[in-house]
């Protein structure tokens, strides 16, 4: 592990085109991967499919610009409304994420719970790295007319103009870069773009040449954590101190592997993170509705829950499609263990 103060402020590695972490990575054991894979007994797939709540509009961006609002989509996508301004977080409504469709990647779900033709006006789409199940092409285009700005890492946004997004509506950030968007309410919401520990690629000929990012959102009394796709690393701890404590930390959970520790986080290094960042509710995500590691697809809900238990975190396991709203002086949202 690197050696940083907690203080610091971690940066990539940008060298001959492409991107890296700072702390180094441990290599995929690709042999040792499909091996497991050949013996794995494991149900990484429900056997039928899993329920959803039909996304409510009224309920997801509510007429009132107070509080915050979550909508989990499944895997690693929300919407959200803090201080009357909405976004939509790696929004992807397709129901396959594979690049290769004989390879196909499904959803748990028959659908998603909510499509882009009953959606109002986003104010701004955040994108936290180019992964085919963090940034899906018709989704995007789907979305393009009734979203007033896509906010990525750098890199991303050509990936969006080679889509066809006016360019005037794309704007990539840096690590620990700060910036504003102004809702259609007439509110405005801070943001910055900080670090991840994870890698890009949407094809064999593109490694790394985009950046990956978690987000930080500022509002006027809460404030939120996104954490995109990341392994553990000193980010976390760095992240909390300039920005924390968090009302809300979204937190990758599912997909983790031996064989690519580099990769994806574990669920009792989410629970150790969350802490890190400050953080009084712990939102596990990257779960749910794909499968794209060998875990059973119940395990990051049951791991999770067991360590947030031992280390009194508040955790919070809303239904995929499911609203809650977070606020100083309401009770506790109520979720339930809804996989089991």
Not at 188 to 205: D, E, M, Q, V
Not at 248 to 253: A, D, K, R, S, T
Request: charged fraction near 20%; glycine fraction near 8%.
């Amino acid at each position: 592990m690197q050696q940083m103060s907690d203080t610091g402020r971690i940066q990539p590695i940008f060298k001959d085109g492409k991107y890296a972490n700072r702390t180094p990575e441990v290599k995929v054991k690709a042999w040792n991967a499909f091996v497991y894979s050949l013996k794995n007994k494991a149900e990484t797939k429900p056997k039928k499919y899993l329920p959803y709540d039909s996304v409510i509009i009224s309920k997801a961006f509510p007429e009132s610009n107070e509080g915050l609002h979550i909508t989990w989509l499944g895997h690693s996508s929300f919407l959200m409304q803090i201080d009357g301004v909405r976004i939509l977080l790696d929004p992807v409504f397709s129901n396959n994420v594979s690049p290769v469709p004989m390879f196909s990647v499904k959803r748990f779900q028959k659908e998603a719970p909510v499509n882009a033709e009953i959606l109002p006006f986003i104010d701004a789409v955040f994108i936290s790295h180019n992964h085919y199940d963090h940034l899906n092409r018709q989704t995007i285009n789907d979305l393009e007319p009734n979203v007033g700005f896509f906010f990525t890492p750098p890199g991303v946004g050509g990936i969006l103009r080679e889509w066809g997004i006016d360019s005037a509506k794309i704007r990539e950030y840096e690590w620990w870069q700060e910036g504003v968007v102004k809702g259609l309410s007439g509110n405005a919401l801070k943001f910055a773009c900080t670090p991840a520990y994870h890698f890009s690629g949407r094809g064999p000929f593109d490694w790394n040449r985009t950046l990956w990012a978690s987000w930080v959102f500022i509002g006027a009394t809460q404030k939120v954590y996104y954490s995109g796709d990341s392994s553990y690393d000193v980010h976390f701890k760095q992240i909390g101190y300039h920005y924390g404590p968090f009302d809300l930390v979204f937190m990758e959970n599912g997909q983790y592997s031996v064989n690519w520790p580099s990769s994806h986080i574990t669920p009792e290094d989410g629970v150790k993170a969350h802490l890190e960042l400050k953080g009084k509710y712990l939102l596990p995500m990257h779960w749910g509705s794909f499968s794209l590691a060998p875990h059973s697809w119940q395990e990051p809900a049951e791991r999770i829950s067991k360590e947030a238990l031992a280390k009194g975190v508040k955790l919070l396991t809303p239904r995929i499609g499911q609203t809650l709203s977070i606020g100083e002086n309401e009770p506790d949202p109520v979720t339930s263990e809804w996989w089991k």
